[in-house]
């Protein structure tokens, strides 16, 4: 059986178009887990790729160079907040820097209060300021520590928490 020239030509036109549109897609890239929209606060700006890691390794010496990272920022007319993502190559990773910054910070010497684990919900600490909340969160390869003002660090929390499902594909 033979197959027309313009058939054969058609299908692999076809297959390249999908396979262009697919591989600049990453399944696992860090941007999918950034919301356009939490908390009633709208996405503003985001830092990706080498500037987000060398800001988050200036916050965490001991991050690792297999994470991709962004930061997002978020904001309305009252209230603003920060997303500071890294997606790891693998759960083990995530999870073992977020206890070390949770142990790190309950010795003190930084400006965070104590860090309490949620009992509500798994893979999240709390520390409350005066006037921000900062959150860990952990989901599988994704570490986020988020900083929110205080009156709607709660219902930041639970938005992300919605965006950000156990395992995002």
């Known amino acids: 059986m033979t197959i027309p020239l313009k058939t054969s030509a058609n299908s692999l036109f076809v297959v390249f178009v999908c396979l262009a549109l697919f591989s600049g897609c ?3 890239s860090v941007e999918r887990y950034i919301a356009p929209k939490l908390a009633g606060m709208q996405l503003g700006q985001v830092i990706k ?3 987000a890691q060398k800001i988050i390794s200036n916050l965490h010496a001991d991050m690792s160079t297999d994470a991709e990272s962004a930061i997002a920022t978020y904001s309305n007319r009252q209230y603003k907040s920060v997303a ?3 997606l790891f190559e693998s759960a083990e990773k995530s ?3 977020a206890r070390s910054m949770v142990e790190k910070i309950a010795k003190g010497g930084t400006p965070f209060p104590e860090p309490m684990m ?3 919900v798994a893979g999240v600490w709390q520390m409350e300021g005066e006037k921000e909340m900062n959150y860990i969160v952990v ?3 994704l570490l986020a520590w988020l ?3 205080r009156p709607v660090g709660e219902a930041f929390l639970q938005d992300f928490l919605r965006w950000i499902p156990a395992e995002r594909p």
């Open 147 to 149: 900083t929110v003002d």
């Open 26 to 28: 990453s399944r696992h």
């Open 118 to 120: 949620r009992a509500d």
């Open 84 to 86: 500071y993502l890294t």
């Open 49 to 51: 790729g080498d500037q």
């Open 139 to 141: 989901r599988s390869k």
């Open 95 to 97: 999870d073992t820097l």
